[in-house]
């Protein structure tokens, strides 16, 4: 099982950029495809991005060109680059991993601020 700490929320300007880290500690790392999901206040908490065990990645159409998703298994973190950001990707960003061959996302981690002023 692997334990996840995310890092590198803030507040910034609209059109700013801020990366997001996720460490991960525990085993088999490498394993498992991590996601990035957010939550705004009132609304339910949405993926954002997942990076797969290939290194292939998905993500979501109000984000697709403005956010990248990255993994560094020799280091054991993700990464969340955002960049032209908006005021409404203000949330709770949190940090997610799943293990291969389930469909559920099984860790958490607790979860950044990120606020964007316009």
């Known amino acids: 099982q692997v334990q996840l700490v995310e890092s590198g929320g803030g507040l910034v300007q609209a059109g700013g950029s801020l990366r997001l880290s996720c460490a991960a500690s525990?085993?088999?790392?490498?394993?498992?495809?991590m996601g990035w999901h957010r939550q705004a206040p009132g609304k339910q908490r949405d993926l954002v991005a997942t990076?797969?065990?290939?290194?292939?990645?998905t993500y979501a159409d109000s984000v697709k060109g403005r956010f990248t998703i990255s993994r560094d298994n020799s280091k054991n973190t993700v990464y969340l680059q955002m960049n032209s950001l908006k005021p409404e990707d203000t949330a709770v960003y949190y940090c997610?991993?799943?293990?291969?061959?389930?469909?559920?996302?099984?860790?958490w981690g607790q979860g950044t601020q990120v606020t964007v002023s316009s």
């Open positions: 997610s991993a799943r293990p291969a061959f389930s469909i559920d996302w099984s860790r």
């Open positions: 525990g085993s088999g790392f490498s394993a498992y495809a």
């Open positions: 990076i797969f065990r290939s290194g292939s990645a």
